[in-house]
């Protein structure tokens, strides 16, 4: 299959752009030449995450105008990258703006809502600090959540019933993990902070209630990754 990818420079997009074969990414250069091509799957990951939004009109333009844009290409499945975070609500500009854009999919696109990826194109966060022992992290150890790994999400885009698929998956692992819990794991020296973050209660469309192969728990994704 055919694939166009976005959000190419960090994250789940640079993941995807190089272990999917036949893809292509799309930057702010290019799209121009691609705009007549054809595609078999479009998979959207771009995000402008911005904390302080310094051009509102750029930001809407990049995280709403721009599904519309592609929605526009020619291809046989539009997929949306989302996150469970939708779950609990507005609770920042981040969700608030995921919940908008997943407003505007139609029938037949598929829409996956991801708990936190684990992969060597994610950026330093939490996880990365307690595996080096950094001194200190803003995160609680009562904090909460729930990890899965960017090669089984590019390994489910290569599923020959993809293109059938509609609607929304949650892409998680069958548990959720204290952050305490992992600095025990890593065996880390990291000071905790205070701020609690905690994954959503429940999920509509858990992935490994439709296919059994991705029945993992979050501990083995991060031992599989880090350990």
């Known amino acids: 299959m055919k694939y166009l990818i976005t959000g190419i420079n ?17 930057d702010r250069d290019n799209f121009n030449e691609i705009k007549n091509a054809e595609f078999d799957i479009i998979i959207h ?3 402008n995450k911005e904390n302080v939004i310094s051009d509102y009109r750029k930001y809407i333009e990049d995280n709403i105008f721009l599904i519309t844009k592609l929605q526009n290409l ?19 500009t981040y969700s608030l703006f995921k919940i908008f854009a997943e407003s505007l999919l139609n029938n037949n696109d598929l829409c996956i809502r991801c708990s936190m990826l684990v992969g060597d194109t994610m950026k330093d966060n939490h996880l990365t600090k307690l595996f080096k022992s950094e001194s200190n992290i803003t995160l609680s150890g009562d904090s909460i959540f729930n990890y899965v790994l960017m090669d089984d999400l590019s390994n489910f885009f290569l599923k020959e019933d993809i293109l059938k698929l509609s ?10 993990l204290k952050l305490e819990e992992v600095k ?3 065996k880390s020296n ?34 599989k990754y880090f350990i």
């Open 190 to 223: 990291t000071n905790f902070g205070n701020f609690i973050y905690k994954v959503p209660d429940y999920y509509k469309f858990p992935i490994y209630k439709i296919y059994k192969d991705y029945n993992q728990s979050s501990i083995n994704n991060l031992k």
């Open 74 to 92: 020619r291809t046989r499945k539009f997929v949306y990258i989302s996150t469970i975070d939708v779950y609990n609500g507005p609770q920042n």
């Open 167 to 176: 609607g929304t998956i949650d892409f998680v692992a069958n548990d959720n």
């Open 184 to 186: 025990i794991l890593f």
């Open 45 to 47: 990951c771009a995000f």
């Open 10 to 26: 960090s994250g789940l997009g640079k993941y995807l752009l190089k272990n999917l074969p036949n893809s292509l990414g799309l």
